[in-house]
């Protein structure tokens, strides 16, 4: 039987069906997660320093707010995206060259986050 997630707590199996994208994770404003879909485990070690980076940014930049943040690794690149209420979208995909691509599934993922 398939259990149905809250409205808030999408089906992130969409975005690792999709070409390239190896694994995603919605984690919630106090770093939990909320949604995954693949291996997750590598993302939930970067939030913390990801979210430090973004901060430090912010500050030095004089900013209030960040758009995304991609990390080139050795395991593939991630791309961390905030979403509603604090939530940070962590999708790993296979190639810089597939950036447009996710950005777009993530873009579908966060609008039905707050529609």
Known sequence: MHKEQ???HPDLSTLTEGRGI?????????????AQSGNHEDMASLLTP???I???LEQTLGTGSWNDLLLDLDSGP??????PSGQVL???????????R????????LDSLTN
């Open 50 to 52: 990801a979210q430090a």
């Open 102 to 109: 996710v950005r777009l599934s993530v873009g579908r993922v």
């Open 6 to 8: 809250p409205y808030d």
């Open 22 to 34: 190896r694994s995603a994770a919605l984690f919630g404003a106090q770093s939990e997660l909320l």
């Open 78 to 83: 991630v791309l961390l995206t905030p979403g």
């Open 90 to 100: 962590a999708v790993g995909f296979d190639e810089l060259s597939s950036l447009g």
């Open 54 to 56: 973004v901060q430090t």
